[in-house]
């Protein structure tokens, strides 16, 4: 079992930028593929960013660009840095693993945070 806690979330204006946290404990977060997904109010849970085990990073076109995914498996923690940050980017982040390979689908993932609410205003 991993457990998965998120930290950094907040209120901020259009353009700001907010750093996300996830750290884990119980197992080393090197075993996992690791991501990060949103979901606003009545709306789907959606891939944000995901990083490899070696560090690779995924993005959708709707925040590459602005946010950046990295890991520091010495601290067991993951990280969300956003950049330039818009209204839609309003939601709950959550962090997620698993430990297979890259995946975009929030049902392929097995352990999840808790979540943490980041507000952006216009």
């Known amino acids: 079992q991993v457990r998965l806690v998120e930290s950094g979330g907040g209120l901020v204006q259009t353009g700001a930028s907010l750093k996300l946290s996830c750290a884990a404990s119980?197992?080393?977060?090197?075993?996992?593929?690791m991501a990060w997904f949103r979901q606003a109010p009545g709306k789907e849970r959606e891939f944000v960013a995901g990083?490899?085990?070696?560090?690779?990073?995924f993005y959708p076109d709707s925040v590459k660009g602005r946010f950046t995914i990295s890991r520091d498996d010495t601290k067991n923690t993951m990280f969300l840095q956003m950049n330039n940050t818009a209204p839609e980017d309003t939601a709950e982040y959550y962090c997620?693993?698993?430990?297979?390979?890259?995946?975009?689908?929030?049902?392929?993932?097995?352990?999840w945070g808790q979540g943490t609410q980041v507000t952006v205003s216009s």
């Open positions: 997620a693993a698993h430990l297979r390979y890259y995946s975009d689908r929030h049902s392929d993932y097995t352990y």
């Open positions: 119980g197992r080393a977060l090197s075993e996992f593929f």
């Open positions: 990083i490899s085990r070696s560090g690779t990073p």
